[in-house]
C-alpha cells in the first residue's frame, strides 16, 4: 500500500501565501513523479503543478509565477508554495504520486482564500 497525506491547507486572506506539503510512504520503490491538483466546488479538478524525479517541474499556465512546486529533503515529500492567492484558488488540493505500480492520492486539504 502507498500512503499520500496533504497538509498545509486553511483559511488566508485574499494577497497572501500558504505552503502545502505531501508526505508518501508504504510501498514506495520509484517515484516517477508527484503532482498537485485541486478541484474548486462544482468544477473539475485540474493540474496545479508537478515535479519528475529528476526535477522537472510544469505548471498550469494560470498559476505560472504565483505557485512553485519543489522537493522537500526528506524522500518522497513535495511542497507547494502559494503566493498571492485570490479567491478563485480556493479548493481542495490533491497531491498524487505516480510510480511504476499506479497512481496514488491523498485526501486532499482545503485551501480557503476569503477576507
Known amino acids: 500500500q502507498v500512503q499520500v497525506v496533504e497538509s498545509g491547507g486553511g483559511l488566508v486572506q485574499p494577497g497572501g501565501s500558504l505552503r502545502l506539503s505531501c508526505a508518501a510512504s508504504g510501498n514506495i520503490f520509484s517515484v516517477n513523479a508527484m503532482r498537485w491538483h485541486r478541484q474548486a466546488p462544482g468544477k473539475e479538478r485540474e493540474l496545479v503543478a508537478g515535479?519528475?524525479?529528476?526535477?522537472?517541474?510544469n505548471y498550469a499556465d494560470s498559476l505560472k509565477g504565483r505557485f512553485t512546486i519543489s522537493r522537500g529533503n526528506a524522500k518522497n515529500t513535495v511542497y507547494l508554495q502559494m503566493n498571492s492567492l485570490k479567491p478563485e484558488d480556493t479548493a481542495v488540493y490533491y497531491c498524487?504520486?505516480?510510480?511504476?505500480?499506479?497512481?496514488?492520492w491523498g485526501q486532499g486539504t482545503p485551501v480557503t482564500v476569503s477576507s
Open positions: 515535479i519528475t524525479s529528476d526535477g522537472i517541474t
Open positions: 498524487n504520486v505516480l510510480q511504476w505500480s499506479g497512481t496514488y
